[in-house]
């Protein structure tokens, strides 16, 4: 599945960003000033680096949260359990249908 905006970065420089912010985060006031430094010189917006850093802290278990793993198995599991309370919804009536018409058949000696 894809992303509905065009990813401007590879997954490289994302994860080389992060990684940027992480080692450098003790020169600066805050994780904040790092990533704003940082974000100036790949030419992405502070808010999208702290997304990016945000993601990787779950991903690593330093921040509770939703890893993006889990967070796709479930997407797919609601899809499924929508389909499938669909099908069975389908199946409810035309159970009800067909035995309404059979009901409504002469009885055959």
């Given at each position: 599945m894809t992303s509905k905006t065009t990813n401007k970065f590879s997954p490289e420089v994302r994860a080389r960003a992060v990684r940027m912010v992480l080692e450098?985060?003790?020169e600066h006031p805050?994780?904040?000033?790092?990533?704003?430094?940082?974000?100036?010189?790949?030419?992405?917006?502070?808010?999208?680096?702290?997304?990016?850093?945000?993601?990787?802290?779950?991903?690593?278990?330093?921040?509770?949260?939703?890893?993006s793993e889990v967070a796709e198995r479930m997407k797919a599991l609601e899809r499924e359990n929508r389909e499938l309370r669909q099908a069975n919804e389908i199946l409810r009536k035309a159970?009800?249908?067909f035995a309404a018409a059979e009901l409504d058949r002469p009885f055959k000696k």
């Amino acid at each position: 599945m894809t992303s509905k905006t065009t990813n401007k970065f590879s997954p490289e420089v994302r994860a080389r960003a992060v990684r940027m912010v992480l080692e450098h985060e003790g020169e600066h006031p805050s994780r904040w000033a790092a990533a704003t430094s940082i974000a100036g010189k790949i030419g992405c917006s502070t808010h999208t680096l702290m997304d990016w850093v945000k993601k990787a802290d779950i991903e690593a278990g330093r921040t509770s949260g939703v890893p993006s793993e889990v967070a796709e198995r479930m997407k797919a599991l609601e899809r499924e359990n929508r389909e499938l309370r669909q099908a069975n919804e389908i199946l409810r009536k035309a159970s009800a249908y067909f035995a309404a018409a059979e009901l409504d058949r002469p009885f055959k000696k």
